[in-house]
């Protein structure tokens, strides 16, 4: 009975002990009647249920800045794919531009001869291409008024949509004459009068930055003043010389639709160095 009573004390002293001593470096001690020894399945169970379980803290996502969320990507402009034409061209910024929207097409040799003359039926593509306004801005004829544009002509249908839409017209004998080169005042008033521009000032002081203006012809004058005010015209090499009665050259143009469809709202602006009025960048 002794021996017993002695037992029972010296488990209770030791008990009291450890219940007292802090726990250390968060190891938390836990009584253990035996301990299984080796390497078997419950020495190993019996080991890492006696291991504190550590939790770590809980990872909140923070939002990122919106430039790292969706970063801007790169712009990356195609390149015209004409044979002819790099980045030498005095128009390549204008024609890249629209070659990268696939609005310019060259010839099947993959050339685009920026500078040979247009014809009629060829700036009436052109425009027929690049400019979609609706068709009921002016009465679209009931069969075809010109003699020498049947329907079998390749360009029948854009002299039709570029006449109808208000860009083009015949002459007074009923021709259009569809293989006659158009000449840079030609193409000028014909955008003038497509997009209904209005001019604001005289002629005198609108025609002043050019030094050929005596050799506009009057009855495009009124067309030119407003394509002036409107930053359609495109002279190159000299901003003073425009030439007026020269055949426009593709490149040419092209140069003046893109500014066009830059006035519409249609295309971005482009620095470019070439347009009268504007300061040279």
Not at 126 to 135: E, N, T
């Amino acid at each position: 009975m002794l021996t017993c009573l002695l037992a029972m004390a010296t488990g209770i002293a030791l008990a009291s002990w450890t219940g007292k001593r802090p726990a250390e470096d968060g190891v938390f001690l836990t009584p253990v009647l035996s301990q299984p020894q080796g390497n078997s399945l419950q020495a190993r169970l019996s080991r890492r249920r006696s291991q504190p379980l550590t939790v770590p803290p809980l990872a909140l996502p923070q939002p990122l800045p919106p430039q790292q969320a969706w970063p801007d990507l790169p712009v990356v402009q195609a390149q015209p794919n004409f044979i002819d034409l790099d980045s030498g061209h005095w128009a390549w910024p204008l024609l890249a531009d629209l070659a990268q929207r696939d609005l310019v097409v060259g010839f099947p040799d993959s050339s685009f001869r920026p500078a040979d003359s247009m014809t009629r039926a060829e700036f009436a593509a052109q425009v027929a291409r690049l400019v979609d306004f609706p068709q009921d801005r002016s009465q679209a004829p009931e069969k075809n008024l010109y003699g020498d544009l049947p329907s079998t002509h390749w360009a029948y249908g854009s002299v039709q949509k570029s006449v109808q839409m208000g860009f083009l017209s015949g002459y007074a004998d009923g021709v259009f004459l569809p293989d006659q080169t158009v000449s840079r005042i030609q193409v000028i008033a014909a955008l003038a009068n497509g997009l209904m521009l209005k001019s604001s000032s005289g002629a005198a002081a609108a025609l002043a930055p050019y030094s050929d203006r005596a050799q506009v012809p009057p009855w495009a004058t009124r067309q030119l003043v407003a394509a002036t005010e409107a930053g359609l015209v495109v002279n190159y090499p000299n901003l003073e010389t425009l030439a007026p009665n020269q055949p426009a050259s593709r490149a040419e143009v092209a140069a003046m639709l893109h500014r066009a469809l830059v006035y519409t709202g249609s295309l971005q602006d482009v620095p470019f160095a070439y347009v009268v009025g504007q300061t040279k960048e």
